[in-house]
């Protein structure tokens, strides 16, 4: 579906708003230079797009972490999150693997030891978690190795 273009009207009244659900700031009329208003603006809209399933340290235990809300799709089934944490005290001194699965079409977050590898049932990669001393010490994001494999 297309998005039509906006009227004069309709582009005046967005003119120095800010829209609630992404944060983008449309620009005053004669904004001058308008780089550091881009900028931004693809800061947002980058921050926005690639923040679904993002895994990041928690603060409730040193070796949790937190996987945002998000909404993706396996084998056609829609699996839509409210995000939560994870617990990986068990895979310390190890590399956790983070994914997701589908359960009955319900999304499923799981970590495996990097040992036993990715499921081999259909998944998405969302981190390796590295863990030493009970602590992490790394997060690496792999959700786009699935997104562009795709």
């Known amino acids: 579906m297309s998005t039509p273009d906006l009227t004069p009207t309709q582009a005046d009244a967005l ?10 700031r449309y620009p005053p009329i004669g904004l001058q230079p308008y780089h550091r208003w881009l ?3 693809l800061h947002r809209l980058a921050a926005h797009a690639a923040s679904d399933y993002l895994v990041t340290p928690d603060t409730a235990t040193p070796t949790s972490i937190h996987v945002a809300p998000g909404r993706a799709s396996i084998g056609g089934t829609p699996l839509p999150h409210a995000g939560t944490t994870l617990e990986l005290a068990a895979l310390n001194n190890d590399t956790a693997l983070v994914h997701l699965t589908d359960n009955a079409g ?4 799981a970590a495996s030891a990097s040992a036993v590898g990715w499921p081999a049932t259909p998944h998405i990669k969302l981190a390796e978690v590295t863990l030493a001393a009970g602590a992490i010490t790394a997060i690496t994001d792999r959700r786009f190795e699935t997104i562009l494999a795709a």
């Open 15 to 24: 003119t120095d708003t800010r829209d609630p659900r992404t944060g983008l």
């Open 39 to 41: 900028l931004d603006t």
């Open 106 to 109: 319900s999304p499923e977050l």
